[in-house]
């Protein structure tokens, strides 16, 4: 059974974007279902018995106050595996680092070979058979019963149900029996990591921005439908920063095009929608399609640059960071204009006023960065701070939860302040 990623058939001018991500959101569940019911069925160690045999070879603890535990630690130790035991709470807990006169293949083997006989694993061997035989069922969208049950007593059945959980293969689901609510009834679930709102192609101003862009009869790109549809990159932000920093690319080098599109052709009939977060996208696509000069209030670099040095999902929380600890120099000037300065880490921008940039103008809140070759500038992505507070969760998501509430807030309100007085001093200078 295959494993590889499904790919995408291009079909982008018939099919609307939104279909498109729920088409292929539905064929990555189905893969999950598929790989997880394949590793759970497999007779030797795999990802379904790996974590539970390396508890017995590594060095992790084992609650061995359960009885299948006790038993498979007992025929550990005639093996000469385990070595420590200790008191841990109501259970015995045993530390498990391994004999020093056996080899490590020698443990891991000894140790692969208990395992692979223990009722855990002949279990778990029944769950993942079951599960792949009735992925067919997943596919047509319904969610069927396993002809196995787990007792809530029963120590077996709980490492059993404890290690599905634990490897998160997501398969399995329990239904309490009417008649003995001490037993479950398993199902397979259809899985569902894609909850509303939780990616910004799932937010209202994510629909708005892919309906802007398909009145205009412009055609998003297969791969950028699949970022915005899963979000891979999510180490480096979510699908609006992905989407913002795609761009900056652009803005950085003016031979790269609009390269999101499969054609430019009908950028000209792209208009705003009222949102934001969408029109800002929006604004910078029109200019970068119209324009027709670099000019730049500040120093920008023309050597090849990092994009994601600094302007990863976690550099709004930094910038938190450096207000609490007194480390960025605020409203510092850089050829006349006002940014935030981020001065431990990797040294980062944000600009407090709209800046004219390679030809685009791009409003208060977007990252910056340096060329250690020139120490000139570029431009990495949008942040939370070109929004209010509140529509800047919504638009970046869990992006934006890594830090408290309150300690976001005084971040949103700093930012806000110093806008407000870089149009202060503004006014002054103009009277």
């Keep these: 059974m295959s494993t590889q990623s499904p790919e995408y058939t291009n079909t982008a001018h018939q099919v609307p974007v939104i279909e498109q991500v729920q088409k292929l959101r539905h064929q990555e569940n189905l893969l999950k279902n598929t790989s997880g019911a394949v590793a759970l069925s497999k007779t030797t160690l795999d990802i379904s018995s790996g974590e539970a045999a390396m508890k017995y070879v590594g060095y992790s603890e084992v609650d061995i106050s359960k009885s299948d535990y006790q038993r498979d630690y007992e025929q550990l130790v005639e093996a000469g595996v385990a ?9 015995r807990v045993v530390s498990i680092k391994g004999n020093p006169s056996l080899s490590k293949f020698d443990r891991e083997e000894k140790a692969e070979e208990i395992f692979a006989n223990s009722v855990v694993h002949i279990k ?8 792949e035989d009735k992925v067919p069922l997943v ?24 290690t599905l959980d634990s490897i998160r293969v997501g398969l399995v689901g329990y239904e309490e029996d009417r008649d003995n609510p001490d037993i479950l009834h398993a199902k397979i679930n259809q899985i569902d990591r894609f909850g509303e709102g939780d990616m910004y192609i799932d937010t209202d101003s994510g629909r708005q921005f892919v309906d802007a862009i398909e009145k205009a009869g412009l055609v998003l790109k297969p791969g950028v439908i699949k970022e915005l549809a899963f979000e891979n990159e999510h180490r480096y932000g979510n699908g609006y920063a992905w989407l913002t920093r795609e761009l900056a690319k652009s803005i950085n080098a003016p031979d790269r095009g609009i390269p999101i599109f499969e054609s430019s052709e009908g950028v000209e009939d792209l208009e705003r929608t009222g949102d934001r977060a969408a029109d800002v996208a929006i604004d910078v696509i029109q200019q970068l399609a119209t324009r027709d000069s670099n000019v730049s209030d500040i120093p920008v670099t023309r050597y090849n640059v990092a994009m994601k040095m600094g302007s990863c999902k976690d550099a709004e929380e930094y910038y938190s960071q450096s207000l609490f600890i007194k480390s960025m120099q605020r409203t510092i000037d850089v050829s006349g204009r006002k940014f935030w300065h981020k001065g431990h880490g990797v040294g980062t921008y944000i600009n407090l006023e709209p800046v004219m940039f390679n030809g685009i103008e791009l409003p208060p809140g977007f990252l910056f960065n340096k060329s250690p070759d020139d120490d000139k500038f570029y431009v990495q992505r949008a942040t939370g701070f070109c929004f209010e507070e509140a529509e800047a969760k919504e638009v970046f998501g869990p992006h934006m939860y890594n830090q408290s509430d309150d300690s976001l807030r005084k971040v949103f309100d700093a930012f806000e302040r110093d806008i407000f007085a870089v149009e202060r001093s503004r006014r002054t200078n103009e009277k």
């Design 83 to 91: 070595i420590k035991i200790a008191e841990r709470g109501n259970g």
């Design 139 to 162: 596919a047509e969208g319904k969610e069927p019963y396993l002809g196995i049950a787990f007792d809530k007593n029963d120590p077996t059945d709980q490492v059993v149900m404890d």
């Design 124 to 131: 778990l061997g029944e769950v993942g058979r079951e599960v």
